[in-house]
């Protein structure tokens, strides 16, 4: 039967959480801005959740806590996931690999950057030309990646090219590389937002890395990153819905205390009816992306909804935030109100993980009947 229901046990969950983010994550949310990483906090909020249990973990519970988490501080959402997201990442790993980075990633006191982006292949990963040429027992790379988030990370998730005769996805393999490895550079972006999250380019210059760092199937890169990806946008928007309704919730309170003309603001239908039609919209959107969580707890396919999450979600919640930082008046301009801030770190959400234009042709191709089927 059709329910909408959390659990008990997931509703005590979240208040606690919620009680955790507000009183302890957002008053320094702010300090992420002049581009701090919030480990200690990400360890605090890690420690909150507890032990996951691998097996019985509920991916739904893990959207808890990227909503709750991102009404705190948005930039601590993606690593207090360890728990959850981490065993998921990097599934396909050797046994060996999981056991040297999955406890500090789990813990947070460990992160891992993505490469994948490159100058002249964003979306379009049959376009990568970084190369992993195999010599013996050890591979070498040489290429660039762009777009990293996490550029502060432990260890690089990185896709190369391992078979050069081809040029779609088919020749692509992934490898978890430590920092430290010889021949990697790095040149951080100046960001507008999401500045707690250090995100730039990483160069790779002959780096040898043993064979036993290549995560899965030699050539099966793509399908293993892009089953990722369906789950992550439903992670992505809720962290979205988060600011987005603790935004709102500030402005609920600002418009109930401000008065103008002897009256409340809340009683003039020109101020509380964007509230309203916020409030509509991010019931919406919250029960799309803990459908993408529920199917994937179930072991469903979860691509047509990730893709309507991502596409619509974010540019929604952008939208909802600047209608409260107009209703603040010129003090919701000011960084004094955490909203400019949320703004700009929620924008920046609609281009990572695929731009919604990407998000709309995955959908496409499924409605018309062309998806591409690796």
Request: proline share 5%; with cysteine.
């Amino acid at each position: 039967m059709l329910s909408f229901d959390f659990s008990p046990e997931e509703d005590a969950f979240r208040e606690n959480l919620r009680k955790f983010s507000l009183e302890e994550l957002l008053p320094h949310y702010a300090e992420g801005d002049s581009g701090i990483y919030p480990r200690d906090r990400i360890i605090r909020v890690i420690n909150l959740i507890g032990e996951v249990d691998d097996e019985s973990a509920s991916f739904v519970t893990a959207g808890i806590v990227a909503e709750e988490v991102g009404r705190g501080d948005f930039n601590c959402v993606l690593p207090s996931l360890g728990p959850f997201l981490f065993r998921e990442f990097i599934a396909q790993a050797s046994p060996e690999l999981k056991a040297r980075w999955l406890p500090g990633l789990q813990s947070g006191h460990q992160m891992i950057g993505l490469g994948l982006t490159e100058p002249d292949a964003g979306s379009d990963m049959g376009s990568i030309r970084t190369s992993a040429v195999k010599v013996g027992d050890e591979y070498v790379l040489n290429g660039e990646k762009n777009s990293v988030s996490f550029l502060n990370a432990d260890v690089f998730y990185i896709f190369a090219r391992t078979d050069p005769k081809t040029t779609d996805w088919s020749g692509l393999s992934a490898f978890l590389i430590p920092r430290e490895t010889p021949g990697l550079r790095f040149h951080a972006y100046d960001d507008m937002g999401c500045r707690a999250v250090p995100r730039g380019e990483v160069f790779l210059d002959d780096v040898r890395i043993p064979a036993a760092m290549l995560v899965g199937t030699k050539g099966r890169a793509f399908p293993m990153i892009r089953e990722f990806f369906d789950m992550n946008r439903a992670f992505i928007s809720l962290k979205c819905i988060g600011a987005a309704q603790q935004t709102v919730d500030e402005t609920i309170e600002h418009l109930k205390n401000r008065k103008q003309f002897g009256k409340s603001l809340s009683t003039f239908q020109g101020t509380a009816f964007p509230i309203a039609e916020a409030e509509t919209l991010l019931e919406a959107a919250r029960w799309l992306a803990y459908k993408v969580l529920w199917l994937k707890d179930r072991g469903r396919r979860c691509d047509r909804e990730g893709a309507m999450a991502k596409w619509w979600i974010p540019k929604t919640c952008a939208e909802i935030i600047h209608e409260c930082l107009l209703l603040h008046g010129h003090y919701g301009y000011t960084k004094d109100l955490p909203i400019e801030q949320r703004l700009r770190d929620v924008i920046g959400w609609q281009i990572g993980d695929g731009p919604p234009q990407i998000q709309k042709l995955i959908l496409a191709r499924r409605l018309f009947g062309r998806e591409f089927s690796p």
